[in-house]
């Protein structure tokens, strides 16, 4: 590893000296920041918005994005382990309702309809930010929860820049990254590639098995090691640019990625280890092209992409006198054809009208070779959107927003919002907004058609959802401070959910009324003390998502209890200084306990008990002539907890990562 580190080196040295002439290029840091990206404007009335600082995505950039949200925002990410499934909850809401885009393409999975961020790294993400409940309205319809928004970002005064990072890191991790860019004020490439690959192999006190100690009566919990769960994942993400003149920007971006991982027994599992054995595989393809054209008054876009995903996931279990036998080997082949069209016009400063077309065409083919079964589905989606806002005398902002939604050429009903902004002081930033909105969420393909399970006649999920808040940004000596506090609640009916059936398989149902309830709170500091720059950032966040189903058909147990796996009270503070060039960041982010069964039941295997968890960033930049070389020691898990996200998944102990990177 030290060998390849100070081969890429010399060769970032010998560039350097070859492009004494080039102008300089070096990325530039912008300072440390997790706040609200809402500023008081018309298009954002009654919207709760957050962005995720160039920062912090630069200091995780190893991870993938689960981890960014689980440690910088209030999302909860249920996470099968290290390096495997990760799902969000977004304000107490299922996985598939967080609508999630790469640059303008909506980049959930159209079996499941949800995302997996443990496969999005952050290596491709230049900005992110997100929408709450029905805000996400202003990008798609069906994000129940809310939306995430990541992108990628050109400058056009970039003439070249080279940006080279080498980690490794306890349990055999290895990440490696390289960025090129080149340009001039017309056009402009990026190229990024990155590999990441972990032996996973750590140790860890398993809780699922045990032996009664004769002696003391005591269960006995033996120490195992993380077997089968080494992950890889390498790929590589094309941009280019084009601005003939100040009016179009012409754009392609392609990224492109494979992913194997193989996924550890469960800890309750005590079979012969050369059983049970699965593997994933997961093969992406997304392109995406745009053309924006910038008017006196008007700004129009054009954007055609295509998302393609094969995935294939083996169960073998081992046979004496034959071998390793696939008990399951499934096959998924996904693509999506996605088209849109948008109009932004403003009549006055004051008054201003968006309009957008989408048409998106999703085609699935599944199959198990085993058990001979699977489904081929295609799904049209057709959908129009129209807002209006107005802004009055610079202390009140109105929002009107209507989308129609057509699925396979069924009429979706009207899906409208209406939010403010009103500013309580003129000249200070102090401002109270709502809004009130209607949603759907339709099924995805594995509800209605997976084999066996499916179930054809699922309703849509739809809701009311009503939210108000209060935001404060303020400076006190130099330092700014920025607050916002939002109550939420939203009664969802037929909500889906999959539970056991009676033939032995899991299914799909309806239950009849979910009610989600809470409120978020955020507070951001940042400033200088003497020579120190500092910065500090926390969200808090209480969540009630209960189920009020039939209790004739749920049962009394499960009536009027929270949703599985869904933590009440969940929170995280960032902090970071830097002195010279010196920095340190502490990371802090802790759940309350959380239940696995629908009836709460408080014994100790059917819930976990609440966690704290902590990380530490120590760094050091040099400067080399037009090189800038940064070292970090990042040590995860500080304490080293012992905690689970989900049932009989283990997490790691406290480990460490070393990174070095240099920029040109």
């Not at 600082?53 to 950039?61: A, G, H, S």
């Not at 490696?176 to 402009?188: A, I, R």
């Not at 016009?345 to 201003?352: G, I, K, P, R």
């Not at 398989?505 to 400033?527: A, D, I, M, R, T």
Request: aromatic fraction near 14%.
């Amino acid at each position: 590893m030290l060998k390849f580190l100070g081969i890429n080196i010399f060769m970032l040295l010998s560039l350097q000296i070859m492009a004494q002439s080039m102008a300089d290029s070096v990325f530039m840091l912008k300072s440390f920041e997790v706040s609200s990206g809402r500023i008081f404007n018309k298009e954002t009335a009654g919207m709760k918005m957050t962005t995720v600082d160039t920062l912090v995505l630069l200091q995780k950039i190893n991870l993938s994005l689960s981890d960014v949200l689980s440690e910088n925002t209030p999302v909860f990410i249920k996470n099968y382990g290290r390096g495997a499934l990760a799902t969000a909850s977004f304000r107490g809401t299922a996985e598939s309702h967080t609508q999630v885009s790469w640059n303008g393409l909506n980049i959930n999975n159209p079996m499941a309809g949800m995302v997996d961020f443990s496969l999005i790294p952050v290596y491709i993400i230049d900005d992110m930010n997100l929408k709450y409940g029905t805000a996400s309205i202003d990008d798609k319809s069906g994000g129940l929860g809310g939306s995430i928004n990541i992108s990628n970002s050109v400058d056009w005064n970039n003439r070249v820049g080279v940006r080279l990072m080498q980690g490794v890191g306890s349990y055999k991790t290895y990440d490696d990254f390289l960025q090129v860019n080149l340009g001039s004020e017309k056009f402009q490439s990026k190229t990024r590639a990155y590999f990441n690959y972990s032996k996973n192999d750590y140790t860890f006190v398993n809780m699922g098995v045990g032996e009664i100690d004769p002696q003391s009566g005591t269960i006995i919990h033996p120490l195992d090691t993380n077997k089968n769960a080494d992950f890889s994942r390498y790929g590589f993400l094309q941009e280019l640019y084009f601005k003939p003149n100040n009016s179009n920007v012409f754009s392609i971006r392609w990224w492109w990625q494979n992913a194997e991982r193989t996924i550890p027994q469960a800890t309750s599992f005590e079979g012969p280890e050369n059983s049970n054995l699965n593997t994933q595989a997961d093969l992406d393809n997304k392109i995406v092209a745009d053309w924006k054209y910038y008017g006196s008054k008007y700004r129009f876009m054009l954007l055609s992409g295509y998302s393609g995903k094969k995935l294939d996931y083996i169960l073998r279990n081992s046979v004496p006198g034959i071998g390793e036998i696939p008990a399951i080997y499934s096959q998924s082949t996904q693509q999506s054809f996605m088209n849109a069209a948008s109009l932004n016009y403003d009549f006055t400063d004051d008054l201003s009208l968006k309009t957008s077309i989408d048409y998106n065409y999703h085609d699935v083919v599944s199959s198990d070779s085993v058990s001979k079964t699977g489904y081929e589905k295609f799904r049209t989606e057709l959908s129009c959107f129209v807002a209006l806002r107005k802004s009055f005398a610079n202390r009140l902002n109105l929002n009107l927003m209507l989308r129609q939604d057509w699925v396979d050429l069924k009429i979706v009903p009207l899906i409208p919002y209406f939010g403010f902004d009103y500013k309580i002081v003129p000249d200070q930033n102090l401002f109270i907004k709502g809004n009130v909105a209607r949603n759907y969420h339709q099924p995805s393909l594995n509800d209605l058609y997976w084999q066996p399970g499916g179930n054809a006649v699922l309703k849509p999920e739809n809701g009311l959802s009503y939210e108000t808040g209060i935001d404060y940004h303020f400076i006190v000596k130099k330092n700014k401070i920025n607050t916002e506090l939002t109550v939420f609640y939203s009664n969802i009916n037929n909500w889906i959910i999959w539970i056991p059936s009676y033939k032995g398989y899991w299914k799909p149902q309806n239950v009849k009324n979910v009610v989600v309830k809470g409120f978020e709170l955020s507070v951001s500091l940042s400033g200088n003390l003497r020579n120190v720059q500092y910065s500090v950032a926390g969200n808090y966040s209480y969540t009630r998502s209960i189920n009020y189903g039939d209790p004739m058909v749920w049962g009394d147990e499960s009536y009027g209890k929270q949703l599985v796996y869904i933590p009440i009270h969940s929170g995280n503070v960032m902090l970071n200084l830097s002195w010279k060039k010196f920095h340190i960041t502490w990371q802090h982010n802790s759940y309350s306990e959380r239940f696995t069964t629908s009836s709460n039941d408080i014994m100790q295997r059917n819930r976990f008990y609440p966690y704290f968890m902590n990380d530490l960033i120590v760094g050091k930049e040099f400067s080399i002539s037009k090189l800038i070389v940064s070292a970090e020691l990042k040590v995860y898990n500080l304490f080293d907890e012992t905690y689970h996200s989900v049932l009989y998944r283990p997490m790691p102990g406290r480990n460490f990562l070393f990174t070095i990177m240099v920029k040109y």
